[in-house]
């Protein structure tokens, strides 16, 4: 009976046993396969992320010279147009998004639609708004636009490279977010400054059409009275 009973538990010891060494295998198979899975999404974010900063980074570039355009004038009647091209931005449609973090991702897809927004905004300041023959008004939000577009994808440039170990571009002595902050907080003192005469010289010219109106009004009743 002891002998039957020896058999039973080093059988059951050895079920066990091998039933744990065979789930053992099997998590450590999953943990690898889960390990390796990660390690292949991180590459390929971090291949994502170095394409859209390649994108971003000439972007900037781009949107520094649009902010610092105060246009040149034109022959024969000497009206200003712009002397740069807009930059463009069009992020890689061959990578699977998934793989990059995606409060990053929204950010990156997003930038196209800023764009348009801004260029929108400037069209319609340039059509309603914008006068002959400097067109400052036109030229002052191009610039803030765009200087505001340069801060956006800098940040966004900044933030891909800490999040996937990058490489910085070498920008020299002036940084971008220095010259972009100034030219932003420059133009829109100088758009603030014309835009408070504009609404004096307005109140001015609309108080005197108010003063003539009555004057008018007074002779008009001086005329119709008799003896007067």
């Known amino acids: ?14 079920v066990v046993a091998t039933l744990g060494t065979t789930w053992f295998g099997h998590w450590l198979g999953l943990l690898k396969d889960r390990t390796l899975r990660v ?7 971090r291949y994502i992320a170095i394409r ?3 994108i971003l980074d000439p972007f900037v570039s781009g949107c520094v010279e649009v902010a610092h355009d105060e246009g040149v004038p034109s022959p024969p009647e000497g009206e200003f147009v712009s002397n740069t091209s807009l930059p463009k931005l069009i992020p890689p449609d061959d990578v699977d998004w998934r793989a990059v973090d995606t409060e990053l991702m929204y950010r990156i ?13 400037i069209s319609f300041v340039a059509s309603e708004i914008s006068n002959p023959p400097d067109h400052s008004e036109y030229f002052w939000e191009r ?8 801060l956006v994808a800098l940040q966004l440039a900044n933030d891909l490279r800490t999040r996937y170990s990058i490489q910085g571009q070498d920008i020299g002595n002036r940084k ?4 972009l902050e100034q030219r932003l907080s420059h133009i829109e003192k ?3 400054e014309y835009e408070a005469r504009e609404a ?7 108080e005197g059409c108010k003063v003539h109106q009555m004057a008018a009004s007074v002779a008009r009743v001086s005329e119709a009275i008799p003896g007067t």
Request: a negative charge; hydrophobic letters at 45%; charged letters at 20%.
């Open 52 to 54: 859209v900063v390649c």
């Open 109 to 121: 897809l997003t930038m196209p639609n800023e764009i348009v927004v801004a260029n929108q905004t």
């Open 143 to 150: 610039s803030i636009q765009y200087a505001r577009l340069g």
């Open 190 to 192: 100088v758009k603030a």
């Open 200 to 206: 004096e010289w307005t109140a001015k010219m609309f």
């Open 1 to 14: 009976m002891q002998n039957t009973w020896t058999i039973v538990v080093t059988a059951a010891v050895s």
């Open 176 to 179: 971008p977010r220095e010259i």
């Open 39 to 45: 390690e292949e999404l991180e590459r390929n974010a």
